[in-house]
């Protein structure tokens, strides 16, 4: 059985800094790439950013380019999300998800969002 | 806002067939497919419907995908209690170059 576990969310000041971890089981770690998408109360689900089985390739959503650095552990079977000069919109819930083996439909291929985690609540507050 | 647009509610009666819609633009779901997620309380989201009407494995055949256009339709027939839920359509975005979202539909079954 697949399980996504997040941990290291909390309340933190504006301007400061969090790391999310996101411990997986119930499939081949390194065989898939992973994403974080962020649930927020005004503007629903968000995806976040998302990187490669190997690590090597990392994507992100422009709102968080530059402050936020997705990485993983492939030993640890451990996703990660560095998040920096961290501001009230960043306040949600942070999914860890599986991206799965994907699919392919009318010449193209495309990832999907297969397994989800419970979350972690991130509050940025003063 | 969401990128995709979805009806921010729905219901039913136990049996009857709902239907929730999205639409996007031609970037999105004009020129990809679409996923469903149901996202009950206090649960994990779940992947339900991928490539506009494949269902996941294990997805009760009660739930099915189409799609008309840049619309595209989620529909539970036979609607029961277990379905309360919010649903939530997911696309491609070729501009953003991102996935991208609706806002949810909230499913009651009255």
């Known amino acids: 059985e697949v399980q996504l576990v997040e941990s290291g969310g909390g309340l933190v000041q504006p301007g400061g800094s969090l790391r999310l971890s996101c411990a997986a089981s119930?499939?081949?770690?390194?065989?898939?790439?992973m994403s974080w998408v962020r649930q927020t109360p005004g503007k629903g689900l968000e995806w976040v950013s998302g990187l490669s089985g190997s690590g090597d390739s990392t994507y992100y959503a422009d709102s968080v380019k530059g402050r936020f650095t997705i990485s993983r552990d492939n030993f640890k079977n451990t996703l990660y999300l560095q998040m920096n000069s961290l501001g009230a919109e960043d306040t949600a819930r942070y999914y860890c998800?599986?991206?799965?083996?994907?699919?392919?439909?009318?010449?193209?291929?495309?990832?999907?969002?297969?397994?989800w985690g419970q979350g972690a609540l991130v509050n940025v507050s003063s | 806002q969401s990128v995709l647009t979805q009806p921010p509610s729905a219901s039913g009666t136990p049996g009857q067939r709902v239907t929730i819609s999205c639409s996007g633009s031609?970037?999105?779901?004009?020129?990809?497919?679409v996923n469903w997620h149901q996202h009950r309380p206090g649960a994990a989201p779940k992947l339900l419907i991928y490539a506009d009407n494949q269902r996941l494995s294990g997805v009760r055949d009660r739930f099915s995908g189409s799609r008309s256009g840049t619309s595209v339709s989620l529909a539970i027939s036979g609607v029961q209690s277990e379905d309360e839920a919010v649903y939530y359509c997911?696309?491609?975005?070729?501009?953003?170059?991102?996935?991208?979202f609706g806002g949810g539909t909230k499913l009651t079954v009255l």
């Open positions: 998800v599986n991206s799965g083996p994907g699919y392919c439909t009318g010449g193209s291929c495309y990832r999907r969002f297969d397994y």
């Open positions: 119930g499939f081949t770690f390194a065989d898939y790439a």
């Open positions: 997911a696309a491609w975005d070729d501009r953003l170059n991102a996935p991208v």
């Open positions: 031609s970037f999105n779901i004009g020129s990809n497919p």
